[in-house]
């Protein structure tokens, strides 16, 4: 398979938030700006990436019996990884973020592509699903947390445009979370979807 061809699925066919409706408790959560999206989105691209390449390194080496366990292992270690280095260099995301950096070790995306397709692929080919599968995400949380962001607050990226807090608070909470997921979604599929 075509390497350009597997990050492309990972970004429209299989896109976790829009089509496969993974990662929903992060996409819900932290998207209340466009910024905090997209953090949350390159941090889990981090986590895929490298745990996708180390798992399809290992998987013909682990017993069937304990390649889960040993799959969370890993993917833990690069939790903590990540950890480490946005605590060093970025503190203030890391605060903001705060509890689902860690949840990140059981998210289902990371999981069920260390599952579903870096165990039975190479290493590179590994990597370009966790690229696309990590920008498709992304790319999600980018959009809905910008346009919560927007009808929320009056603002993009932080700057606010409209002058004041004269945005819709409904979409900064909860409701407005999954009222704008439910939009996109339909929209995504309408755009991108094969008859």
């Not at 990884?81 to 503190?91: E, F, I, N, R, V």
Request: hydrophobic share 55%; with cysteine; glycine share 10%.
């Amino acid at each position: 398979m075509s390497k350009l061809k597997l990050i492309g699925d990972g970004l429209v066919k299989n896109n976790p938030t829009f089509v496969l409706l993974l990662g929903m408790c992060p996409t819900l959560a932290t998207t209340t700006s466009a910024i905090n999206g997209m953090s949350m989105g390159l941090a889990t691209l981090f986590v895929l990436v490298l745990s996708n390449m180390a798992i399809s390194a290992l998987a013909p080496v682990v017993p069937d019996k304990v390649h889960i366990p040993v799959y969370i292992v890993v993917i833990a270690t690069f939790v903590t990884l990540l950890q480490l280095l946005m605590q060093a260099y970025t503190p203030a995301m890391y605060e903001t973020l705060g509890l689902f950096i860690p949840l990140i070790v059981v998210n289902c995306i990371v999981l069920g592509r260390a599952e579903a397709f870096a165990n039975k692929h190479g290493v590179l080919e590994s990597a370009c699903d966790g690229l696309g599968v990590g920008l498709g995400f992304t790319v999600s949380l980018t959009v809905l947390g910008l346009v919560r962001e927007i009808l929320g607050s009056g603002s993009v990226f932080g700057w606010n445009f409209i002058g004041g807090n004269d945005g819709m608070l409904a979409f900064v909470m909860a409701p407005g979370a999954f009222l704008c997921l439910g939009y996109l979604m339909v929209l995504f599929n309408k755009l991108f979807k094969k008859n």
